[in-house]
């Protein structure tokens, strides 16, 4: 028994001794250090002007690429229906409906043309848009000889410069700079 007690306070001893000695030791702090940030590098946007007609040449391209996709099949029936009428193949009714298919190609062909001439012409007046000019120049008058096709018949043939058409909008989109509007 008396080792119990002789053990209970050496126990308590060394256990004051200890917390003693844990509040003597000096509190060390730990420093953060802190790192600033890198600065973002200023991101250099193209004028206004600029990221306004790319976005005006997307959508015409948009609009040409679906109306040439659409003219191809639309032509070629117009022109197998006027060969059929220069036959005698087909009624008068089917006449008719193929005389209003062409107005509507053309009216269709010169609403096109309408929104080309007027980005044309928008790369040629603005000083920011010139550098771009030389890719674009011409689309109007692609999009007069795909007029002229149509009209004289030839609606098949009135692909062709729309296709082109494409490729120089194309051109012109990879050559401008790529930026939210």
Do not use: C, H, W
Not at 22 to 50: G, H, M, N
Not at 68 to 97: C, F, H, T, W, Y
């Amino acid at each position: 028994m008396k080792i119990l007690q002789l053990f209970t306070v050496l126990v308590l001893g060394v256990s004051m001794v200890s917390v003693a000695n844990a509040q003597k030791k000096k509190k060390t702090t730990t420093t953060r250090r802190t790192t600033t940030a890198a600065k973002p590098t200023a991101v250099v946007l193209p004028p206004l002007e600029v990221r306004a007609a790319r976005v005006k040449v997307t959508n015409q391209l948009a609009n040409v690429s679906a109306f040439v996709s659409r003219l191809g099949p639309i032509a070629q029936n117009i022109e197998a229906m006027d060969a059929d009428a220069k036959a005698r193949k087909i009624k008068q009714p089917s006449i008719d409906a193929n005389e209003a298919a062409k107005k509507k190609v053309i009216a269709a062909i010169q609403g096109l043309r309408t929104g080309l001439v007027n980005l044309e012409s928008e790369f040629r007046t603005k000083p920011d848009l010139r550098k771009y000019l030389s890719s674009i120049q011409g689309i109007s008058d692609l999009a007069a000889q795909s007029e002229t096709s149509a009209i004289s018949g030839k609606f098949v043939a009135a692909n062709s410069p729309l296709r082109s058409v494409e490729q120089k909008l194309n051109e012109t989109l990879s050559r401008m700079p790529i930026a939210e509007l």
